[in-house]
């Protein structure tokens, strides 16, 4: 992953992202340690306080614990807390842009269901 420096969000919401990324994909299973402030420094060229920023961000939000001298860790709900999150605002701002932007092109309901199970069906033939 490359940080995008233009990005409107913070770099540590983008390294927490790419953190909950690497655990949605079993790259970093609970209980397993993470990377270290240090680590993910240098990993993205940023500053340390920057990168433990976004380590305490999931820290905040359970998906990480601390082990007092050993560091971070995968908490063993992680994932599920994950999927919640972003299920619950990332996937809920998508549909509401989609929305919108369907009402604004003059789309009806109906045909925006009709697009929206179209690209349902065209990804379950895929799999």
Known sequence: ???????????????????EGEI???S?????KIYS???????????????????NLLAD???LYKRR???MFVAAGAKKIILTKRTNTKLKELIEETVREAF??????????GMIQKVIEQKEGKE
């Open 61 to 63: 939000e359970d998906i």
């Open 37 to 55: 402030q240090y680590q993910l420094a240098e990993m993205f060229n940023i500053n340390p306080a920057t990168a433990a920023k976004g380590l």
């Open 104 to 113: 604004q092109l003059g789309v009806s309901k109906e045909e925006l269901m």
């Open 69 to 71: 001298g050993l560091g």
């Open 24 to 26: 949605l994909r079993d």
């Open 1 to 19: 992953m490359i940080l995008n420096s233009n990005s409107m969000k913070p770099i540590y919401v983008q390294i927490a992202e790419y953190l």
């Open 28 to 32: 970093i299973r609970p209980d397993e």
